[in-house]
């Protein structure tokens, strides 16, 4: 082939090097998902252990929305990144993952 000289383009990974990053990328997106969640649910368990009723009506709670976008902007982040790398299966991927919680923030509106 004309132009190739057996070496590889600087964007070109092997497929090792694609599955280690593949390894570490999502499991590093699962734990960032799991402390959302965890965090989100310890908050609702602090606020209905008091057992007082507040005198009026409660005010919008925003934190659940933005968190979950927050997730999902540090996940297409990622993805972006992948991308600048020369990563195309990898940045699918990603992007892919970041529409989950993308999607999900609108419903948490209050």
């Known amino acids: 082939m004309p132009g190739r000289d057996g070496k590889r383009s600087a964007g070109e990974r092997d ?3 694609t599955g280690c990053l593949l390894f570490l990328m999502l499991p590093a997106d699962a734990v960032a998902g799991l402390l959302v969640t965890v965090l989100l649910r310890a908050r609702g368990l602090g606020r209905t252990g008091t057992g007082s009723v507040p005198a009026g009506a409660p005010s919008a709670d925003w934190v659940p929305m933005w968190s979950s976008g927050a997730l ?10 992948l991308l600048r790398l020369g990563d195309r299966g990898l940045e699918a ?3 892919a993952l970041c ?12």
């Not at 999902?72 to 990144?81: E, F, M, N, S």
Request: glycine content about 10%; some cysteine.
């Open 93 to 95: 991927v990603q992007l």
């Open 99 to 110: 529409c989950v919680p993308a999607c999900f923030a609108p419903a948490l509106r209050p």
């Open 15 to 17: 497929a090792p090097t």
């Open 72 to 81: 999902a902007l540090a996940i297409g982040v990622t993805g972006g990144v």
